[in-house]
């Protein structure tokens, strides 16, 4: 596949992904390499890594706890700790390699290492290849609050090679999905069909697929880069789906994916779009419908509902008080900065559960 390439960094795919990387090595001087890994990534992808790597540089591995309960500063912490006692100095790279955990916060600590080193990310999770690697956001959660700490800088590389997705669970799978779907519904209704159509896919149209969302992406961020404006409409599902995420983050029956709680989000926030913005109710139902035959469904029980709308006021979104959210007057046509009462949103939550 032909590199995409953006403003300030290239997206390497597949296989010719690693020539590149080797090439810019090469032509830069770098002290050394260190290389961030999770504690599934450090055994199911590291070795492929390792081995496509050409260089005399040395090469050391940090590797961090998996889950999104240790993406926070405490995290951030061992890391920095780690490259000051193996002598990391500003002409070190860094190379993130696992799921979105690893891209945000290892992207968070090279921006922060002596003001600043080189990072590449090498995304390992679809969600991540889709998503968390593209557009310079990098950062880690506050206590269960996501995304509270970060800052907006870019890779200097992204490399995407699918046979990473090798080593997911379907569930994993389907979270990433998730992201997909929300490119579609804010930008394009064929897209957002073609992924439906699951049972229809070869290897090489997700490949495809991938390829198409990340080009969905870059074309808003490249726009937006800083999110004032149009970068917001990303955000679809994600106000009430980062809350709801944030609710059942260390709850021990109950945790979700990121793409299950912006599953959950869409579906109540489409249910919305068709309460304010005249979006067709019956198409917002069949959207339910698909998403709920992926996903399944999460009891959310009523006496919960206000506890995750009150988490909604930390998203970074808001303005003046304001919880905003993005929301479609049609599929491919998002509306930012919409302001919803919480009738209306526990309404969303009955809508859900019908």
């Given at each position: 596949m032909t590199?995409?390439?953006?403003q300030d960094?290239?997206?390497?795919?597949n296989q010719?992904s690693?020539?590149?990387?080797?090439?810019?090595?090469?032509?830069n001087t770098f002290?050394n390499?260190f290389?961030?890994?999770d504690?599934n990534?450090?055994?199911?992808?590291?070795?492929?890594?390792l081995?496509?790597l050409?260089t005399?540089?040395?090469i050391e591995?940090i590797e961090?706890?998996?889950g999104?309960q240790?993406k926070?500063i405490?995290t951030?912490l061992?890391?920095?700790?780690?490259?000051?006692?193996?002598?990391?100095d500003r002409?070190?790279?860094?190379?993130n390699?696992?799921g979105g955990?690893?891209?945000?916060?290892g992207?968070?600590v090279?921006?922060t290492?002596?003001?600043?080193?080189q990072?590449?990310n090498?995304?390992?999770?679809?969600?991540?290849?889709?998503?968390?690697?593209?557009?310079?956001?990098n950062g880690?959660?506050l206590?269960?609050i996501?995304?509270?700490?970060g800052i907006?800088?870019?890779p200097?590389?992204?490399?995407?090679?699918?046979?990473?997705?090798d080593?997911l669970s379907?569930r994993?799978?389907?979270s990433?999905?998730?992201?997909?779907l929300k490119?579609?519904l804010?930008?394009s209704?064929?897209?957002y069909?073609?992924?439906?159509?699951?049972?229809?896919l070869?290897?090489?149209?997700?490949?495809?697929?991938?390829?198409?969302?990340?080009?969905?992406?870059?074309?808003?961020v490249?726009q937006?880069p800083t999110?004032q404006?149009l970068r917001k409409?990303?955000?679809f599902?994600?106000?009430?789906g980062?809350?709801?995420?944030?609710?059942?983050l260390?709850?021990?029956?109950?945790?979700?994916l990121?793409g299950?709680?912006?599953?959950i989000?869409?579906?109540?926030?489409?249910y919305?779009s068709?309460?304010l913005?005249n979006?067709?109710?019956?198409?917002a139902?069949?959207?339910k419908?698909s998403?709920?035959?992926?996903?399944?469904?999460?009891?959310i029980?009523?006496?919960?509902?206000l506890?995750?709308?009150d988490?909604?006021?930390?998203?970074?979104?808001?303005?003046?008080?304001?919880i905003?959210?993005?929301?479609l007057?049609?599929?491919?046509q998002?509306?930012i900065?919409?302001?919803?009462?919480?009738?209306?949103?526990?309404?969303?939550?009955?809508?859900?559960?019908?």
């Open positions: 590199p995409i390439k953006t960094y290239s997206i390497q795919f010719n690693y020539s590149a990387l080797n090439t810019y090595i090469s032509e002290s390499i290389i961030l890994v504690s990534t450090s055994s199911l992808c590291l070795p492929k890594l081995s496509e050409t005399d540089l040395a591995i961090i706890e998996a999104e240790h926070n405490e951030c061992g890391v920095w700790q780690t490259l000051s006692e193996l002598s990391a002409k070190s790279l860094m190379i390699l696992g955990v690893v891209t945000d916060l992207g968070f090279a921006c290492y002596q003001r600043g080193i990072f590449v090498i995304p390992t999770t679809l969600l991540s290849m889709v998503d968390a690697s593209i557009g310079g956001k880690v959660d206590d269960h996501k995304n509270q700490i907006i800088k870019t200097n590389m992204v490399l995407i090679d699918t046979s990473y997705l080593t379907s994993e799978m389907r990433g999905l998730a992201e997909m490119h579609g804010i930008h209704e064929l897209y069909n073609n992924l439906t159509a699951l049972s229809k070869t290897i090489e149209d997700l490949d495809q697929l991938i390829y198409d969302s990340v080009l969905i992406k870059k074309a808003i490249e937006d999110e404006n409409s990303l955000n599902g994600h106000t009430l980062h809350a709801i995420e944030s609710f059942y260390n709850h021990e029956t109950k945790a979700l990121h299950e709680a912006i599953a989000g869409m579906i109540l926030e489409v919305l068709a309460k913005l979006f067709s109710l019956d198409k139902t069949r959207i419908e998403l709920i035959k992926v996903y399944g469904k999460v009891d029980p009523t006496k919960d509902h506890a995750i709308i988490l909604m006021k930390f998203d970074k979104k808001n303005e003046k008080g304001n905003n959210f993005v929301l007057e049609a599929i491919g998002p509306k900065n919409c302001i919803v009462d919480n009738e209306l949103i526990i309404n969303s939550f009955k809508f859900y559960n019908e």
